[in-house]
C-alpha cells in the first residue's frame, strides 16, 4: 500500500520541482536584465558617444611664389621637414638677370643725374652771358633811339636794335627754362625724401628682382610630413598659387566627431572625452571638447536640403564637434582614421 502511495506522489513532485526550476531561471533572467537594464541606463548618463568621428590633421598646401622650372628637389614623399628646410629649387637664372637690369637701370639714372647737373652749371654759365648780351642790345637800341630823336638814324637801324634786345630776351628765358627743367628733374619727392625719382625706381625694381630670386628657394613654412608630391619633379613648370606638395603639420592632431543633434544639450567645451581608434583597438587617447560646431553638416554642404518643398522627413542632424587630443601618442595618427568618441558630459 505504502508503495503505491509513493509511486502516485512521485509525477506530482517532479513536475512541481520543474516548475520551481524554471520559475527560478525566469526570475535570474527578469534579474539579470533588470541589472544590465539598469547598469546601462546608470552607466550611459553623463556620457555621449558616436562613432562617425575622424582623424584630422592641417594640411599646408606648398606653392610657388614666382614662375620658374624645377630644378631641383630635396624633399620626397612621407618624409618629416622642420620648419625653414628646403623643398625645392626654381631656376634662379631669369631672376639673376633681372638684378642685373635694374642694376643697369639705376647706374642709367646715376649718369642722367650727373649729366643734368653738368647741364645746370653750363646753363648757369649761358645765363651771365645770355644776361651781358641783353644789356648789349638795350644800350646799343638806346643809342639808336636817341639818334633817331634827332633825326640822325633810320628806321632800318632802329628796326634792327630793337630786334637784337628781343632776340637777347628769348636767348636768356630760353636758357632759365633749360635750368629749371634740369632742377626739376634732379628734384626730390616726398614719398622718397632725398632720393631722384628714377633712381628710387631702379632702386625698387631691384628689391623686386631679388626678392623673386629669394623666392626661387622654396622652404618648409612649417614642421610635419611630406604628402602629394608627385607633381614636384625635376624639369616641372611651377606658377604661383599652384600647390606642388602639401604638409601635414605637427601638433594639429585632432578628432572631428558627428553627434547627434539630440546629444548637445549637456555638452559643453572642456569636457573629457575618450578617443577609439579602429586602427589601435585596445587603446583609448584622451581629449577634450575643443569647440562645438556653428551649424550642422547639412547646412553647409555644397547642396543644402531644402524642406520647403515636396516631401519632407524629419531626420536627426549631426553637429560636428572638435576633440582636441591630449599628451603625446606613440602611435602614429594619421589624418582619416575612423574612431569612436565619448564625451563625458558631467565632466568626471
Known sequence: MAEAVAESTAPRVARTTRKRGRLLVITLVLVVLAGAGLWFWLGGRGRVSTDNAYVKNDIVSVAAEVTGLVTAVSVRENQHVNAGDV????????????????????????????????????????????????????????????????????RARMDAAQHAVASARDKLGSIRAEVDKARAQLANGSQVPGVNPAVAAGQATREQAQLNLHRTIIRAPSSGIITQNSRLLVGQMAFPGVPMLSIVRDGSTRVDANFKETDLDHMRPGQPAEVEIDAYPGKTFKGRVESIGAGTGAQFSLLPAQNATGNWVKVTQRVPVRIAIEGHSASPLIAGLSSRVTVRTDGK
Open 87 to 154: 623643398l625645392f629649387t626654381i631656376d634662379p637664372a631669369p631672376y639673376q638677370v633681372a638684378i642685373a637690369q635694374a642694376d643697369a637701370q639705376i647706374a642709367k639714372a646715376q649718369a642722367n643725374m650727373t649729366a643734368l647737373q653738368a647741364d645746370v652749371g653750363a646753363n648757369a654759365a649761358d645765363i651771365a652771358g645770355a644776361n651781358d648780351d641783353l644789356a648789349l642790345a638795350e644800350a646799343t637800341y638806346a643809342r639808336e633811339k636817341a639818334l633817331m630823336d634827332r633825326g640822325f638814324n633810320t
